[in-house]
C-alpha cells in the first residue's frame, strides 16, 4: 500500500508540475527506458538505428543497478530496450530480475530474431511483465520488405517457441504482437491472427496496431501545438553509456540532459536543462527546439485532460496494457486516407 501511495502522489506531483499550478523539484519520471544495448542485427525501414552515429556497445550492469536502486519505490516502469536488441545480450536476464527484485515493472520489446529456445525460457521467468512481438507483417514479403535482415518464418517459429515457453511454465506474461503500421504493411493488418493456432493465440493477450508517427523517422515542421508533451514529466530515457536524452525519440543522444553514470537521476530530472525545455513547452514554443520541431506526437491526442487524468491516477503497466485500446479509440492507428 506504501508503494502504491507514493506512486500516485509522484504522478500527482508531475501532473501539477506539467499544468504549471504547482512546481515541483521532488517528483521522478513515471518511466524509465534504459537501453541495454543500442546494438541490433536488422536495418528496419522505420528505425532510425542506421542513421545513429554514437558508439555501440551495452550498458553495465553496475550501472544499471545504481539506476534501479535509484528510482526504486518512485518509479513504476522500467523499459528494458532503447534503440537496438536487448535479447543480444547473454546476460539479460539479470537486468530484468534486478529490476523485478527492486518492485519495478518490466517492459521488453523484441524483434523476435535471437530467441532460441533457452533465451524463450528466460524471458518467461527472468521478470519481464510485458513482452512486445514486434512483427510488423503476416506475409513474407511485407515483413522482410520492413524488417530487413530476418527471415519471416524463422521470426514466427521464434514466437511460438516463447509462447510455447509461457504455457509450459503457466506464465503470466503480458504478450503483445505489434505490428507498425506503414504503407508496407497496410494489407497486413487483418491477417495478423491468422500466423497463429487457436492454442498459440490463447497465449497472446492483445494484437497492437502501432501508429506511426512523423518524428524521428520523417521529421516535418508542425506549426500548430495544442499541449506540452507530457514525455518531459514522465519519461526519462538513458542510453548505454548513460547518457540522459532528451526523450526517447533523440536516436543520438544530440541534446543529452545529463549523465546518471556521474550524477543521480534526481539531480539530472530537475535541472536546469529539462526545466527549461519543460517551461518551452508550457508556453507552446515547441519549435524552439529543434528536436520537438518535427515531432506530431503531442497533437495526437496522448496528452488530452481525459488521458492525462487517466496517467495521474492509474499505474504504469496498466497504462501500458490499456494503450492498444487508447489508440484504437482515438483513431490513430489507421493509414491517413484509410477508413
Not at 55 to 72: N, R, S
Not at 144 to 152: H, I, P, T
Request: proline content about 3%; some cysteine.
Amino acid at each position: 500500500m506504501g508503494f502504491s501511495v507514493m506512486s500516485l502522489k509522484n504522478r500527482l506531483q508531475s501532473t501539477l508540475d506539467y499544468w504549471g499550478l504547482r512546481k515541483s523539484a521532488a517528483f521522478y519520471p513515471q518511466m524509465i527506458s534504459t537501453e541495454i544495448t543500442n546494438h541490433c542485427n536488422l536495418d528496419c525501414i522505420m528505425c532510425p538505428h542506421g542513421k545513429m552515429t554514437r558508439e555501440v556497445g551495452v550498458m553495465p550492469l553496475e550501472l544499471f543497478k545504481k539506476i534501479i536502486d535509484e528510482v526504486a519505490g518512485k518509479t513504476e516502469l522500467v523499459y528494458l530496450y532503447g534503440l537496438g536488441e536487448s535479447t543480444l545480450v547473454k546476460n539479460f536476464p539479470e537486468y530484468a530480475q534486478y529490476a523485478k527484485a527492486k518492485g519495478l515493472s518490466t517492459c521488453l520489446s523484441t524483434n523476435a530474431t535471437a530467441l532460441t529456445e533457452d533465451r524463450a525460457r528466460d524471458l518467461v521467468s527472468c521478470g519481464v511483465d510485458q513482452l512486445i512481438l514486434a512483427i510488423d507483417g503476416s506475409s513474407a514479403e511485407s515483413y522482410e520488405s520492413v524488417r530487413r535482415g530476418a527471415d519471416f518464418e524463422r521470426t514466427l517459429q521464434n514466437c511460438r517457441t516463447l509462447l510455447q515457453a509461457k504455457k509450459q511454465a503457466r506464465s503470466k506474461l503480458h504478450v503483445v504482437v505489434q505490428l507498425i503500421l506503414q504503407d508496407a504493411n497496410q494489407n497486413d493488418v487483418q491477417y495478423q491472427k491468422d500466423c497463429f493456432t487457436a492454442d498459440e493465440i490463447g497465449q497472446i493477450d492483445v494484437f497492437r496496431i502501432k501508429p506511426l508517427f512523423d518524428t524521428f523517422v520523417a521529421p516535418k515542421d508542425i506549426e500548430y501545438k495544442r499541449t506540452p508533451c507530457y514525455f518531459l514529466w514522465n519519461m526519462m530515457a538513458i542510453s548505454w553509456t548513460g547518457k540522459v536524452q532528451f526523450c526517447c525519440f533523440d536516436y543520438d543522444a544530440t541534446q543529452p540532459l545529463g549523465d546518471v553514470s556521474q550524477q543521480s537521476v534526481a539531480e539530472v530530472w530537475h535541472d536546469q536543462a529539462i526545466r527549461q525545455a519543460r517551461q518551452t513547452h508550457r508556453e507552446r514554443r515547441h519549435g524552439d527546439i529543434s528536436l520537438c520541431k518535427g515531432c506530431s506526437f503531442p497533437e495526437k491526442g496522448y496528452f488530452t485532460l481525459p488521458n492525462l487524468m487517466g496517467q495521474t491516477v492509474l499505474d504504469a503497466m496498466t497504462l501500458r496494457k490499456l494503450l492498444p485500446y487508447a489508440e484504437q479509440y482515438l483513431g490513430l492507428n489507421k493509414l491517413k486516407g484509410r477508413s
